[in-house]
């Protein structure tokens, strides 16, 4: 079996002067330890063997288990506690954990968490998952810190206690069989939005139309099953749920990393079009059209939306998706122009006395 290395053992043959470009062509690197190793390379060390390295272990690194045999097909709760120990214990549970660590880094040093907020889970079968511990940060996780649940959030391996947001997680989880990974926090400007209890307006940047779907749940105690059971049942239709008063759980079909770039991507659209409505100038949205291109392109990456079967003219126009304007898709695919029924309001009564003054 090829030879994992963590990026603690980077750290160290870093520390010791040793050069990167002898780690084997085989060996299994954790996503830390390759971008460490591709930081120390544009810092000018090494040459390509490290990244050929890198290469040599496909090409994304995030996805669970990709170069390390995955659990037994059965592992679930019922299974031995030898057995769960074992998983727990084993290389692929270990890159696992690393991603979670790595993800929760991000987190941290993006401000999208504060104290001990903000937790993270993996479904690792039937119905167990890997999740984040209770009271660390998540900007100092560490591997060993990690915890196994069942669906019903009992610990079944690990030292540090679980989250005790972690029944939400499970709850997405049972309620939507495609979710693999899990990932909550509190970004700032996303978070605003979810203190106002509104999904941020849609239709004006392909990135965030592309990999979120925006649902709002009502606010109801952190941890509590009913919080639970608001947010899963909108996982149908959304991927990315701002939790009234409270903050954004994302969800992935795919890997925890997927999951954290819906967070990132969710909170720069939030800052950007916050910006954007202080420039006083009208704000350009896509037409039906474009937009359904985006989703053409959205449902091909097998994301989950409300909106595939809704018509062009209702995308970008329509109340439910942009308070406040009418449906009125433009004929030619040039952009349309926010519409605000104060401003709509002011200018029909200007054209109204205009041309009542041409009489
Ligand atoms: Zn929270």
Redesign the pocket.
């Known amino acids: 079996m090829s030879q994992v290395i963590s990026v603690r053992e980077v750290q160290d043959m870093i520390r010791d002067g040793k050069n990167l470009n002898h780690i084997p062509a085989d060996a299994i690197l954790t996503p830390s330890a390759r971008e460490l190793i591709q930081d120390w390379e544009m810092d000018g060390n090494g040459k390509n063997g490290a990244a050929e390295n890198g290469k040599a272990n496909g090409s994304s690194p995030y996805v669970a288990g990709e170069h390390i045999a995955p659990p037994p097909k059965n592992l679930n709760s019922k299974s031995s506690k030898a057995e769960l120990e074992a998983f727990f214990r084993s290389s692929y549970a270990q890159q696992l954990k690393e991603q979670i660590c790595a993800m929760g880094r991000r987190l941290w040093e993006r401000e999208y968490v504060d104290g001990n ?2 937790n993270m889970a993996i479904r690792v079968g039937e119905d167990i998952a890997i999740c984040t511990p209770t009271l660390v940060s998540k900007g100092s996780l560490k591997p060993e810190d990690m915890c196994l649940v069942d669906f019903e959030g009992n610990q079944l391996c690990g030292t540090k206690k679980r989250t005790s ?1 972690i029944l939400m997680h499970l709850q997405m989880m049972k309620r939507q069989p495609k979710a693999i990974a899990t990932c ?1 926090c ?1 970004p700032p400007y996303s978070t605003a939005f979810a203190v106002v209890g509104e999904a941020p307006p849609t239709c004006m940047l392909p990135e965030y139309e592309v990999f979120c779907s925006v649902g709002v749940a009502p606010y109801r105690t ?1 941890g509590s099953p009913d919080m639970g059971k608001l947010v899963a049942e909108l996982t149908d239709q959304y991927n990315t749920i701002l939790m009234a008063n ?2 954004v759980v994302t969800w992935s079909h795919n890997n925890i990393e997927e999951a954290y770039w819906r967070m990132e991507i969710i909170e720069a659209y939030c800052r950007t079009i916050v910006v954007a409505g202080q420039l006083g100038k009208p704000i350009q949205t896509f037409t039906g059209p474009q937009m359904k291109d985006i989703l053409s392109i959205k449902k091909s990456l097998g994301f989950v939306d409300p909106r595939y079967n809704m018509k062009e003219c209702e995308l970008c126009d329509s109340g439910e998706w942009r308070p406040g304007a009418t449906c009125q898709a433009p004929q030619s695919g040039e952009p349309t122009i926010g519409l605000d029924a104060e401003a709509e309001a002011a200018v029909k009564a200007i054209t109204d006395q205009i041309l009542s003054q041409m009489k």
């Open positions: 907020g903000g947001e909550h509190h952190p409270h903050g």
